[in-house]
Structures are given as C-alpha cells and as structure tokens.
C-alpha cells in the first residue's frame, strides 16, 4: 500500500488486484473472438485501472477465496477451476510490461534446493546442506557434523492447539532428537551446518541497486539462530557487501530470472560471507523502518517507474520516505478493510503465556501489497 500511494503521489495510477476477493467479490472474463483476444476482471477496488499495465510488482498473490458454506465436495473443484482461470489471467495480464519478478522465474526461483544449487554455481559461499526424507541419510549427516546442524522446513510452518499456534522455524537437531524412521520419510527437511556469527546481512537488491543492512541478531538470545522469532526486535545498521559478493548475487539473480530479491547471509567472526537463500518476494520496508538512514521505498518505487534490469538509485534530497508514508498506509489498509476477503493467510506473535506457545495475530500489512 505504502508503494501504491508513493506512485500516486507521482502521478500515476496504481491498481491493486486483491486476488482473495475471487470469486465472491470479483468476476473475470477471457474473450476470444477471431484474431482478438480480451480479458476483464472487475469488482472492488479495481474500476480505477484499466490495461495496458506498464509495470507489475507480482509478488506473493494470495489464492482465491471460496465460501465457507460450500459442499466439502465441492470445494476442491471449484478451487482448482478459481486458480487455473487466475494463473491465466496473470499471464495474459500485461505481456509487454516490466515484471517484478518476471512470471516464468517465480516457481524456480522459490524453491530451495534448485535456488542453493544455483547459489553454488553463482560462487556463493554456502553452508553444507542436506535435504533429505531418507532416515540413514539424515542420521549419518547429523553424526557426522557431530552436532552443529540445524533443520529448517521449506516454508514457515505452524500448529493449532487449542486456539494456541506454534511456529517452527531455524532449530538446531541432534540425533537423538530425531522422530522416527517413518515420520521423517513422511516430512523432508532442509539439515544444514551450523555456522557461527558475527551478525547477519539483510541485502536487498533491485536491478543492480544493492543496500545491505546488517543485523545484529547475536546481541539476543531470542534472535541468535533465527531472528525472525516472532515478537522480536532486532538492531539494524547500514553495511556494505564485498565487490566479489555482490558480483555472486548478481549472478544467481540472472541464473534464477528474477529483478529483485532479498538475501540472508551469515558473517562469520573470520569474516567470511555464508548464504541462506534469497526470497524473491522478500520483505524489505521493516529495514527502513527500523534505521531510517537506509533509504528502501524511494529506490523501490523509482526502480519500478525506471522499468529497467540495470537500474540504480542515486540519492537526493527529499524523496519518499516509509515514515512519511506508513501512517496514511495503515489509514487506507483499514478503511478499505470491510470492502475485501481476508486471504488465508496468518502471522503469528509471541505471547506473554508462560509456556512460551503463540498467539494468532491479524495485523494490517501495508508492506506487502497482494496487488498490480
């Protein structure tokens, strides 16, 4: 919302496509008649735009969102149908504009095993991986790092019990905190070495413009192995990347086909650079709102007016800034609030309880526009 509003203050008309309101708030429509080939979607928010679309910023659309009254027969067919109209959609949706990240990247791209591969061939330093259902497999990488390994999960993953939420994220795993043979070829998992910090890098690159952001995720206990622990603060600073790092990223970033991603490295107390991954779809406002010297919406926003692969920032004075925005951002989130689906999605915040479990928390999300 916070780039939709910047764009608009510069003159132009950003349109965003809700996609939780298909089908209940939102109908869309393909015609192909001869040699002419129209598509349509209307209903809330979106009668102020109209194709042709010069630039997209595609990033996490949420799925379509069915009644909840519908036959549990039925449920799985009309979702499918939903999706495959929407997927088509996207691709007829804006063929000649300028796509962050292009559409044909995403799946790739997203994925961690072919994404660390490609980090490999791109000269990246990364750690000693395993990913893995087989249980001999797994036992034996364990033993053999004799400790130092950690598990992480493909994507963020969450339990219910009782109204209560348990979010799994980085974990360090011995053997013998191993389940058993057969739950651990029923869930693959991604088992890495151990890397010891100094602190950690955000890097967020748009085009060629790279702003790194260094993490001080080793001043907390909460935040030593994972600082994205729910609930959590964490110290942020301006950084540069080495030449030689950044020339890596580059690298993998035209190996995967994307325009725009957030990496995670580890710097280790030597010095040396570790790659994580890099989130195509990343978040990257919450850097500027937690140092505001590290300028993130207005190179965001001019990369997206630039259109162009090779785009870099030059500094002036003045500019869009997040504190500037954010206010106006969560005002129009909540006005506009009653007019859309909630996607199914959730975040979770740590609690006060005790027993260290998680409390459900819906919050407004002016950083993360589901939209054109």
Same mark, same amino acid.
């Given at each position: 919302?916070?780039?939709?509003? +910047?764009?608009?203050?510069?003159?132009?008309?950003?349109?965003?496509?809700?996609?939780?309101?298909?089908?209940?708030?939102?109908?869309?429509?393909?015609?192909?008649?001869? *040699?002419?080939?129209?598509?349509?979607?209307?209903?809330?928010? &979106?009668?102020?735009?109209?194709?042709?679309?010069?630039?997209?910023?595609?990033?996490?659309?949420?799925?379509?969102?069915?009644?909840?009254? @519908?036959?549990?027969?039925?449920?799985?067919? /009309?979702?499918?149908?939903?999706?495959? &109209?929407?997927?088509?959609? #996207?691709?007829?949706?804006?063929?000649?504009?300028?796509?962050?990240?292009?559409?044909?990247?995403?799946?790739?791209?997203?994925?961690?095993?072919?994404?660390?591969?490609?980090?490999?061939?791109?000269?990246?330093? %990364?750690?000693?991986?395993?990913?893995?259902?087989?249980?001999?497999?797994?036992?034996?990488?364990?033993?053999?790092?004799?400790?130092?390994?950690? #598990?992480?999960?493909?994507?963020?993953?969450?339990?219910?019990? *009782?109204?209560?939420?348990?979010?799994?994220?980085?974990?360090?795993?011995?053997?013998?905190?191993?389940?058993?043979?057969?739950?651990?070829?029923?869930?693959?998992?991604?088992?890495?070495?151990?890397?010891?910090?100094?602190?950690?890098?955000?890097?967020?690159?748009?085009? /060629?413009?790279? %702003?790194? /952001?260094?993490?001080?995720?080793?001043?907390?206990?909460?935040?030593?192995?994972?600082?994205? @622990?729910?609930?959590?603060?964490?110290?942020?600073? $301006?950084?540069?990347?080495?030449?030689?790092?950044?020339?890596?990223?580059?690298?993998?970033?035209?190996?995967?086909?994307?325009?725009?991603?957030?990496?995670?490295?580890?710097?280790? $107390?030597?010095? +040396?650079?570790?790659?994580?991954?890099?989130?195509?779809?990343?978040?990257?406002?919450?850097?500027?709102?937690?140092?505001?010297?590290?300028?993130?919406?207005?190179?965001?926003?001019?990369?997206?007016? +630039?259109?162009?692969?090779?785009?870099?920032?030059?500094?002036?004075?003045?500019?869009?800034?997040?504190?500037? #925005?954010?206010?106006?951002?969560?005002?129009?989130?909540?006005? *506009?609030?009653?007019?859309?689906?909630?996607?199914?999605?959730?975040? #979770?915040?740590?609690?006060?309880?005790?027993?260290?479990?998680?409390?459900?928390?819906?919050?407004?999300?002016?950083?993360?526009?589901? +939209?054109?």
């Amino acid at each position: 919302m916070e780039v939709a509003l +910047a764009l608009a203050d510069r003159g132009h008309e950003p349109v965003l496509w809700n996609a939780s309101d298909f089908p209940t708030r939102q109908t869309a429509s393909i015609d192909i008649q001869g *040699e002419h080939v129209g598509w349509e979607i209307s209903g809330s928010c &979106l009668d102020g735009g109209r194709p042709p679309f010069d630039v997209v910023w595609f990033r996490r659309p949420t799925p379509p969102v069915l009644p909840g009254d @519908m036959h549990p027969g039925d449920l799985p067919v /009309a979702q499918r149908e939903c999706r495959h &109209l929407l997927r088509g959609l #996207y691709q007829m949706a804006a063929p000649e504009a300028f796509w962050v990240n292009p559409l044909k990247s995403d799946p790739r791209a997203a994925l961690k095993a072919p994404q660390l591969a490609a980090a490999v061939r791109a000269g990246l330093n %990364v750690p000693r991986t395993l990913i893995s259902n087989d249980p001999s497999r797994i036992r034996s990488f364990l033993k053999e790092l004799r400790g130092r390994t950690v #598990y992480k999960p493909f994507q963020a993953s969450q339990w219910e019990d *009782e109204g209560l939420m348990a979010v799994l994220l980085t974990s360090e795993v011995a053997v013998e905190d191993l389940p058993s043979d057969d739950t651990l070829r029923l869930t693959p998992g991604i088992f890495q070495e151990k890397i010891d910090k100094a602190h950690e890098l955000r890097v967020t690159i748009m085009g /060629a413009h790279v %702003v790194t /952001a260094r993490l001080l995720s080793q001043e907390s206990a909460a935040t030593r192995l994972d600082w994205r @622990m729910p609930g959590t603060k964490i110290r942020v600073e $301006p950084d540069r990347l080495p030449e030689e790092v950044e020339r890596a990223c580059r690298r993998l970033m035209r190996d995967l086909g994307i325009v725009f991603g957030c990496f995670d490295f580890i710097v280790t $107390p030597e010095g +040396a650079h570790v790659f994580l991954e890099v989130n195509p779809a990343g978040q990257f406002l919450w850097i500027e709102e937690a140092q505001p010297e590290i300028r993130l919406l207005a190179p965001f926003v001019d990369f997206l007016l +630039a259109r162009r692969r090779g785009f870099r920032w030059r500094s002036t004075k003045g500019g869009v800034r997040h504190a500037d #925005y954010y206010p106006a951002a969560c005002a129009r989130i909540e006005a *506009e609030g009653p007019l859309h689906v909630p996607p199914d999605d959730r975040e #979770y915040i740590s609690s006060d309880r005790p027993d260290g479990s998680f409390a459900e928390a819906r919050t407004p999300e002016p950083l993360s526009p589901r +939209a054109f």
